[in-house]
């Protein structure tokens, strides 16, 4: 049978093709996601509505022409239903309007009813220079209203949620759902006017035929479905076509035996390649949850941090205050015996007080919220005030200490209140965790750095000890049993000022009893 193609019967077939591989290859990516299926439904019914048209303008046989009609009619009955679920789902307005898409399906479902009488369609026939087209029937005019309420209130409800979408990239994918819901019903819905003896050709017919290319540049930009792994299987399945259709060509057995080799590699090559594909989004799926996760945890800590700042912080002060207050005789002499437990309820109070300070500093310099008085400095000079400062508290406890300076330059960039205070809790934490022996700091310089250390004869380090020093709340196996106050905030407070300094500190230590060293670089000024 000689088919004459022209420009209508070729968009019906370029329109049946495309909405075919649209369908498959995102029904592929995911058969169980609901908007996967409904996307694949809707290509589908559109596709056999393409190629049942197709097929009954270009046939000479009459026979052909109503089977075709009957096939195509099945397939426009559902093409609104379907399209409507493929927009609800890909849009997440499924469940919000299921009602209303029931009350659609069960109204399609009776015109489907009505498809082989003459109610819907009474013959087909010539018309204009097609060899037939559809012959309305009494019920098709409210099939055609049925039709067009459906694409209607799909647009609506998408362009209602487009006025209210803040997100940039939602309102581009609601855009293109309203532009490709236009090109594919005004260019199918064309062919309504031959079928009520309205002598107007459907020339649109080509936006049909275009209505997938919109629909597929929708999917790859803006995501309505997992572009990578679509991409791949689209490139995947048309290297497939093209191998198949070389092999079924081939002029020799031979060219046919290397043809269907190459063909045999690349589906093995492209099952593989779909595979890892799949997995890698999976995996970034997983990794962008985990970053939600991680989100969520650091807006919970904020939080926390916020109300220990305003609430714990206040509350520990006020109890500071009012035992500072009685201690004064302000309000009457207090008894003797009374006065001991007052001067312990203020050195509980100091103690609660530097203990929530210290993990609030720990927190705001580990996640970058502390500010800083950046300016020119002495950094040997510093350390030497720190020192000085902590000295008498080693000696105290019987140990000796040392600081070692190098001549050179120390000048830094720095704010001098929280490097001070980063030096301190480095000395602090040799003192409380050496129980004998001897601490010895170090200062060197070189051109480009300045150098400080802190060795202790102390308790020592064990690498799963190594692994959680610096971070929020992380501490040494044994650290509670020397220092019973510690909060494991110190050393994060210490590495989030040093990173904010442009510089470098960590510990380094042969094991448990073998003492530690701790290290710090600053970038010389």
Do not use: C
């Not at 012959?135 to 039709?147: E, P, Q």
């Not at 991409?231 to 191998?243: A, G, K, M, N």
């Not at 400062?389 to 000796?400: C, D, N, R, T, Y």
């Amino acid at each position: 049978m000689n088919i004459d193609l022209d420009y209508f019967s070729i968009s019906l077939l370029i329109g049946g093709f495309s909405a075919l591989l649209s369908g498959f290859v995102v029904f592929i990516h995911n058969r169980r996601r609901l908007e996967n299926v409904a996307w694949l439904l809707s290509n589908i019914t559109s596709a056999i509505w393409s190629f049942g048209y197709f097929t009954m303008i270009t046939t000479t046989s009459h026979e052909v022409a109503t089977i075709s009609n009957y096939i195509l009619h099945f397939a426009a009955t559902l093409i609104p239903v379907f399209y409507l679920l493929s927009v609800l789902s890909i849009t997440g307005e499924y469940y919000k309007h299921k009602i209303q898409f029931l009350v659609t399906f069960i109204i399609g479902f009776i015109f489907l009813l009505m498809v082989p009488t003459k109610l819907f369609v009474k013959d087909v026939i010539p018309k204009a220079h097609f060899n037939f087209v559809p012959d309305a029937g009494l019920a098709y005019i409210w099939f055609t209203l049925f039709f067009f309420a459906v694409v209607a209130y799909t647009l609506y409800f998408v362009f209602k949620k487009y006025k209210v979408v803040n997100d940039q990239v939602q309102k581009a994918k609601l855009k293109y759902i309203i532009l490709f819901t236009i090109f594919g019903f005004s260019g199918g819905g064309s062919v309504f006017f031959l079928t009520f003896n309205i002598n107007i050709l459907p020339y649109p017919i080509i936006l049909f035929s275009i209505y997938p290319i919109v629909s597929g540049y929708a999917i790859f930009r803006y995501q309505l479905f997992d572009v990578k792994v679509i991409l791949t299987e689209l490139i995947v399945f048309i290297s497939w076509i093209v191998l198949l259709v070389r092999t079924l060509l081939s002029a020799s057995i031979y060219d046919a035996y290397i043809n269907s080799g190459f063909l045999l590699i690349m589906i093995v090559v492209g099952v593989f390649l779909i595979k890892s594909v799949i997995q890698e989004v999976k995996l970034r799926e997983e990794i962008q949850k985990i970053g939600l996760d991680l989100q969520k945890a650091n807006t919970a800590q904020a939080n926390l941090i916020r109300f220990m700042n305003h609430q714990v912080k206040g509350r520990l002060g006020n109890v500071k205050n009012i035992f500072a207050e009685l201690l004064t005789d302000d309000y009457g002499v207090m008894p003797e015996d009374s006065r001991f437990l007052l001067k312990k309820g203020l050195e509980e109070a100091n103690l609660g007080v530097d203990y929530v300070q210290n993990i609030l500093k720990g927190a705001s310099a580990e996640n970058g919220t502390l500010s800083y008085q950046m300016k020119e400095i002495d950094f040997g000079n510093l350390v030497e005030t720190v020192f000085e400062e902590q000295k008498s508290f080693a000696e105290e406890k019987g140990l000796k200490i040392d600081l070692n300076k190098n001549e050179g330059g120390y000048g830094v960039i720095a704010d001098s209140l929280h490097l001070s205070e980063a030096i301190k809790n480095l000395i602090d934490n040799s003192i409380h965790y050496t129980p004998e022996g001897s601490i010895n700091l170090k200062l060197e310089t070189t051109e480009e750095k300045v150098i400080f250390k802190i060795e202790d004869t102390g308790i020592g380090l064990s690498d799963n000890d190594k692994s959680k020093l610096f971070k929020s709340g992380g501490r040494g196996e044994d650290s509670l049993k020397i220092n019973v106050n510690s909060t494991g905030y110190g050393l994060a407070f210490v590495k989030g000022v040093i990173v904010a300094h442009k510089g470098k500190v960590w510990a380094e230590s042969s094991g448990k009893g073998k003492g530690s060293t701790f290290v710090i670089e600053l970038p010389k000024k």
